[in-house]
T-cell receptor, first 113, second 113 residues
Framework: DQQVKQNSPSLSVQEGRISILNCDYT??????FLWYKKYPAEGPTFLIS?????DKNEDGRFTVFLNKSAKHLSLHIVPSQPGDSAVYFC????????????FGKGTLLTVNP | EPEVTQTPSHQVTQMGQEVILRCVPI?????FYWYRQILGQKVEFLVS????????KSEIFDDQFSVERPDGSNFTLKIRSTKLEDSAMYFC???????????FGNGTRLTVT
């Protein structure tokens, strides 16, 4: 079951630069998308979300872009900081903010000082 | 900041034994979830719970699993007769209502031997 795919298992960037994490989905019924960050031995922490009626949502250093025609979303972190180093999960649901989420496998982001 | 609390952080049990995983959701939250993550795999939805009943469950959530909100604060997941393949990280999550984020606990690592 690969309804939500994060094709890059890892990403390494320099502090201060932009981090771009990508996510693709196949289920056209998904209409709400979220990004979570996870540190080891902790649960996922909500970062930012976007509804399918929008194509961009911004919160501080974090911006999520949604391309519905391509079934693709991305998370931009600018500027990246060493504390951003974590696993980032893309997740999606049908029916608005119904939290029966389908997760991607995650991308390990490492921000180097 | 209020958080979802899960106990124990690690539970070891023998195959065939019953386990109860405990969660204290955030106090004014109304919707409760269990997710699990088998090592190396995706975070998977198990069950959602609202108004003292199951709203939705996945095909993983078979008759061996049950959930309960025994009082105003706790939310439990019971596995009646554990199998080796139940070994995973189990995450409890809760949210307040529409347009609020889903908050996860730090998880209980269940090891079935």
């Amino acid at each position: 079951d690969q309804q939500v795919k994060q094709n890059s298992p890892s990403l390494s960037v320099q502090e201060g630069r932009i981090s771009i994490l990508n996510c693709d989905y196949t289920n056209s019924m998904f209409d709400y998308f979220l990004w979570y960050k996870k540190y080891p031995a902790e649960g996922p922490t909500f970062l930012i979300s976007i509804s399918s009626i929008k194509d961009k949502n911004e919160d501080g250093r974090f911006t999520v872009f949604l391309n519905k025609s391509a079934k693709h979303l991305s998370l931009h972190i600018v500027p990246s900081q060493p504390g951003d180093s974590a696993v980032y999960f893309c997740a999606a649901s049908e029916g608005g903010s119904n939290y029966k989420l389908t997760f991607g496998k995650g991308t390990l982001l490492t921000v180097n000082p | 900041e209020p958080e979802v609390t899960q106990t124990p952080s690690h539970q070891v049990t023998q195959m065939g034994q019953e386990v109860i995983l405990r969660c204290v959701p955030i106090s004014n939250h109304l919707y409760f979830y269990w997710y699990r993550q088998i090592l190396g795999q995706k975070v998977e939805f198990l069950v959602s719970f609202y108004n003292n009943e199951i709203s939705e469950k996945s095909e993983i959530f078979d008759d061996q699993f049950s959930v309960e909100r025994p009082d105003g604060s706790n939310f439990t997941l019971k596995i009646r007769s554990t199998k080796l393949e139940d070994s995973a990280m189990y995450f409890c999550a809760s949210y307040q209502g529409y347009n609020s984020p889903l908050h996860f606990g730090n998880g209980t690592r269940l090891t079935v031997t």
